[in-house]
């Protein structure tokens, strides 16, 4: 949830400076994460007993998704490009991020 906080933050910072520029494009931004629970918490108006102390925070996220401002999209593991520098992943699964990474889709690896 924290994570999801400080991305919606600097998210709405760079909305501000590209509209003072003048190159924002309509609609929401979107932040994708791999959080189920995150994203559930945001999306439903459902306060679960363990979430109740980050009750000013998700009410603020819930704002910005009402405002249209940002939204949230889940990545499975297998498109989540972080997951190569965080996590063990299979050897397919790694080399399928690999290659996009560093486009290397034409390489053989």
Do not use: C, P
């Amino acid at each position: 949830m924290m994570a999801a906080v400080h991305a919606v933050r600097h998210i709405l910072g760079i909305r501000f400076f590209l509209k003072e520029l003048g190159l924002l494009k309509t609609g929401a931004s979107t932040i994708m994460t791999d959080n189920r629970a995150s994203m559930d918490g945001v999306q439903n108006d459902k306060n679960h007993k363990g979430s109740h102390y980050m009750g000013y925070r998700l009410s603020w996220l819930r704002e910005q998704v009402a405002d249209l401002l940002v939204k949230f999209v889940h990545v499975g593991s297998t498109q989540n490009h972080a997951d190569i520098f965080t996590k063990v992943l299979q050897e397919d699964v790694f080399k399928g991020l690999q290659a996009e990474l560093l486009n290397l889709s034409e390489v053989v690896l």
